[in-house]
């Protein structure tokens, strides 16, 4: 889909100069698409690109991969083989083709229902950055949004989710709730049909599917006049907070049922699962959102594992546009309702009478700075000549690089100021 305009800033030399690159990867060894703004192309070069994108689609289309399981499923599971390298599955008259690569054979009915479990995770940090829920993470998620009292969940980048509602759906006759899945990741069009799944970018508002996929998308929102629809997001984290607000908002717009942006201030439900210091990033765009304490767990995330074994705690988060104090939070896990604030929050997270507000963002019990006028991490001491509070061992000298949460100079992202906004 479309690039995004970016802007090649050098430090204090007022305006940059634009340029557009590819929206989905941020690592020039992905997708090396570059051009300056002003940039005149010539018609070979065009032709080239064309040519290029041409050869590069997927080997079949998601109408020839809906075929294509419908076939798998009714063979013998003896002959049910799924290529790994190739990722995917593969019709007996394939097999020749890939006699030398790693498969796996007898694929189950239960493998089929979750193949996020069957496809190996695209960690790759900068483009796809797939990083599965935990099981109970996921479960927890799921509970929560039945408690709600929603019924379907728009899934923008979160593949597990909606394979745990599919899967629910077709096993529990009760069951009621159904997931429509946006993702990147076109391997998954094996597995779900097209009212299931639509391959989309998220960074550009993208439906690769055309207007029929764009009409799906509509439809499944539109349903019972917009009522009881939830959206839940989990982008890649490295993602620019821009783009996403603006394909969110567009998303959101889509369910109003007009294109025209803020025409009425009527907000979807949504989740936007995200690591805690961006929080003030995405409050600029969502001023209506607000932080919940919940640690989201991963599965194949080394770092954001629960805390309660002795790793590291997560930083990922749920914000959200729904009133705090209904996202029920579990005690058994060690949350807590604050009577002030009005929301669950970590066990370890101490309500400060001065800011009057649970102040710690990382689950850790927070320290109250009477000069910096708000609460701390407790790692960190009022440096005098910064004129802040800040970690022990920093140098005072100012960094040059920006900060990788709000983007201005001058300081580094544990340093960042609007970390600690409460
Ligand atoms: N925790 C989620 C997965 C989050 S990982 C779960 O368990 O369901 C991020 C997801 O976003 C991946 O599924 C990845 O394929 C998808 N993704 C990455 N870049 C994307 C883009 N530009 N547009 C849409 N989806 C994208
Ligand atoms: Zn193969
Ligand atoms: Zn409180
Ligand atoms: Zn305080
Ligand atoms: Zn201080």
Excluded at 48 to 59: F, G, I, T, W
Excluded at 75 to 81: F, G
Aim: glycine share 4%; charged share 25%.
């Amino acid at each position: 889909g479309p690039a995004l305009l970016f802007v090649k800033s050098s430090q204090g030399k007022g305006e940059g100069r634009r340029f557009y690159a590819c929206s989905a990867c941020r690592d020039r060894k992905d997708c090396n698409f570059f051009q300056w703004e002003d940039e005149k192309v010539s018609e070979t070069r065009l032709a080239a690109r064309e040519e290029y994108n041409r050869n590069h689609q997927p080997s079949f289309t998601h109408r020839q991969n809906v075929d294509r399981y419908k076939n798998f499923v009714i063979l013998p599971s003896s002959k049910r083989r799924f290529c790994q390298k190739c990722q995917q599955l593969l019709l007996p008259a394939e097999w020749e083709k890939h006699s030398d690569h790693q498969f796996l054979c007898d694929i189950t009915t239960a493998q089929l229902k979750s193949p996020s479990q069957l496809l190996y995770p695209l960690e790759n940090k900068k483009t796809n950055a797939q990083y599965l829920f935990a099981d109970r993470s996921c479960q927890f998620l799921l509970n929560l949004l039945i408690d709600l009292g929603f019924r379907r969940v728009l899934s923008v980048g979160t593949p597990r989710l909606h394979e745990m509602i599919q899967s629910k759906a077709s096993q529990e006759e009760e069951f009621s709730v159904r997931s429509l899945l946006l993702d990147i990741d076109f391997r998954y069009s094996q597995f779900y049909t097209e009212d299931e799944f639509c391959h989309y970018n998220m960074f550009n508002h993208h439906f690769f599917g055309g207007e029929a996929a764009r009409e799906t998308c509509r439809k499944f929102l539109y349903e019972e006049n917009g009522q009881r629809v939830i959206m839940v997001t989990d982008p890649p984290f490295g993602g620019l907070v821009e783009a996403l607000a603006s394909s969110f908002k567009k998303l959101m717009a889509m369910w109003r049922g007009t294109e025209e942006e803020g025409s009425d201030n009527k907000e979807m439900p949504m989740f936007w699962i995200f690591p805690y210091f961006f929080e003030s990033r995405i409050l600029d765009f969502f001023p209506s959102f607000s932080m919940m304490d919940y640690q989201v767990d991963y599965d194949n995330h080394a770092l954001y594992k629960h805390g309660k074994t002795g790793r590291r705690q997560s930083p990922v988060r749920i914000f959200t546009n729904l009133t705090p104090s209904t996202i029920v939070l579990p005690e058994e896990e060690g949350y807590r309702f604050c009577t002030v604030c009005q929301r669950y929050v970590s066990s370890g997270n101490q309500h400060c009478e001065i800011c009057n507000s649970c102040t710690s963002k990382d689950g850790r019990r927070w320290k109250h700075c009477v000069l910096c006028k708000k609460c701390v991490k407790p790692s960190w001491f009022h440096c005098n000549n910064c004129n802040c509070c800040t970690l022990q061992k920093h140098s005072c000298e100012k960094t040059e690089a920006g900060c990788f949460v709000c983007g201005k100079a001058g300081h580094k992202r544990s340093a960042c100021p609007s970390l600690s906004r409460t």
